[in-house]
T-cell receptor, first 115, second 117 residues
Framework: AQKVTQAQTEISVVEKEDVTLDCVYE???????LFWYKQPPSGELVFLIR??????QNEISGRYSWNFQKSTSSFNFTITASQVVDSAVYFC????????????FGPGTRLSVLP | DTEVTQTPKHLVMGMTNKKSLKCEQH?????MYWYKQKAKKPPELMFV???????INESVPSRFSPECPNSSLLNLHLHALQPEDSALYLC????????????????FGPGTRLTVL
């Protein structure tokens, strides 16, 4: 069975601090996909990144970076120099190749960036 | 700007009412989804339509009835709901492979906040 854990329920940081959101997943499949979504107070889930299980390269996009480590089944997300607009709930999600349309979301981490 | 739109943004209904939620996507995707999200919880999958056919129904009560009139539109018909059905209802779309075995990125709409009195 697939499962996603986000151990940090809530995090508060002061603007310009760096913050890392943790994601640990469980799956029996060798082919799977990992995602991060951002949900601001308005409610819409905004897609941030998709990574397949065969691509362990870390990725950087502006102030965002992702660290994928299959050895520890983790897909962590770091925001550098956080801003107030980064305040949101962040969800990590997993999908196995045989059930590509069935996303399993983690419980989410609520990030508050204080001015 | 999202290319998945949902109407209405807010809906208040009584337990005896019949209402519908609407979703439209303009990305040419052929898979569309309904999710239910309670406060402080992750989204829960309700239904998936792939090429206008219902492919996944996650044991949702019959008071929720999905409909996919064409590849761009997705409706969720509501009838005799309960107060515990109050939630944010999210629509999403993705472009599936023909085999349906690849997790294509799902793009979400802004949601409809439903309150059942």
């Amino acid at each position: 069975a697939q499962k996603v854990t986000q151990a940090q329920t809530e995090i508060s940081v002061v603007e310009k601090e760096d913050v890392t959101l943790d994601c640990v997943y469980e799956t029996r499949d060798t082919t799977y996909y990992l995602f991060w979504y951002k949900q601001p107070p308005s409610g819409e889930l905004v897609f941030l990144i998709r990574r397949n299980s065969f691509d362990e390269q870390n990725e950087i996009s502006g102030r965002y970076s992702w660290n994928f480590q299959k050895s520890t089944s983790s897909f962590n997300f770091t925001i550098t120099a956080s801003q107030v607009v980064d305040s949101a709930v962040y969800f990590c999600a997993l999908s196995e190749a045989n059930y590509g349309q069935n996303f399993v979301f983690g419980p989410g981490t609520r990030l508050s960036v204080l001015p | 700007d999202t290319e998945v739109t949902q109407t209405p943004k807010h809906l208040v209904m009584g337990m005896t009412n019949k209402k519908s939620l609407k979703c439209e996507q303009h990305m040419g995707h052929r898979a569309m989804y309904w999710y239910k999200q309670k406060a402080k919880k992750p989204p829960e999958l309700m239904f998936v339509y792939s090429y206008e056919k219902l492919s996944i129904n996650e044991s949702v009560p019959s008071r929720f009835s999905p409909e996919c009139p064409n590849s761009s539109l997705l409706n969720l018909h509501l009838h005799a709901l309960q107060p515990e059905d109050s939630a944010l209802y999210l629509c999403a779309s993705s472009q599936p492979t023909l085999a349906g075995d690849v997790a294509d990125t799902q793009y979400f709409g802004p949601g409809t906040r439903l309150t059942v009195l």
